[in-house]
T-cell receptor
């Protein structure tokens, strides 16, 4: 039972344009969400997070939006750069626990 | 940011042998560390939660006698894959918990022949 889903396995975007990565979850008890970036044969790197009390969090080129009613979050990268090419994982967790549930990942390719 | 290392980065072993993977938090102390496993093109699956000074907590379906976890200090957790078989071949990643988030190690690629 996949509680966190990333339905797009891959995405290609032109350099300078916006990349939008989507993530859906099924458990309404999740109250903290994170995005990680991963290069091949490396561990994930933390990008940005959002608490369920917010609907938006921004950090430089990265913005995460949370729609609790739709159980959906998205990561916006603008402008996209070739160095952003990687696999992006969303993760969800509950307050009081450190256990993260990861999505299956979306491979982003930014074309120069 | 916080740095987590893993050793070895890559290991090839014969079926039936045991392999130990180390996970270290280099510039911070971590009471809690996690071990994940990732199959190709799949998500990171949590295997177990490693707590310093106590027994690890294993996720459903993970054999605790096969995947031995020791969290002997606030900066080191080890995962030992005992009597490894080819189906244990995978990418193993550890993470260390801080107040803000989990920081991940670079992963260990295990190939069992």
């Amino acid at each position: 039972d996949q509680q966190v889903k990333q339905n797009s396995p891959s995405l290609s975007v032109q350099e300078g344009r916006i990349s939008i990565l989507n993530c859906d979850y099924t458990n309404s008890m999740f109250d903290y969400f994170l995005w990680y970036k991963k290069y091949p044969a490396e561990g994930p790197t933390f990008l940005i997070s959002i608490s369920s009390i917010k609907d938006k969090n921004e950090d430089g080129r990265f913005t995460v939006f949370l729609n609790k009613s739709a159980k959906h979050l998205s990561l916006h990268i603008v402008p996209s750069q070739p160095g952003d090419s990687a696999v992006y994982f969303c993760a969800a967790t509950f307050s009081g626990t450190y256990k993260y549930i990861f999505g299956t990942g979306t491979r982003l390719k930014v074309l120069a | 940011g916080a740095v987590v290392s893993q050793h070895p980065s890559r290991v090839i072993c014969k079926s039936g042998t045991s392999v130990k993977i180390e996970c270290r938090s280099l510039d911070f102390q971590a009471t809690t560390m996690f071990w994940y496993r990732q199959f190709p093109k799949q998500s990171l699956m949590l295997m177990a939660t490693s707590n310093e000074g106590s027994k690890a907590t294993y996720e459903q379906g993970v054999e605790k006698d096969k995947f031995l976890i020791n969290h002997a200090s606030l900066t080191l957790s080890t995962l030992t894959v005992t009597s490894a078989h080819p189906e244990d071949s995978s990418f193993y990643i550890c993470s260390a918990q801080t107040e803000e988030t989990q920081y991940f190690g670079p992963g260990t690629r295990l190939l069992v022949l």
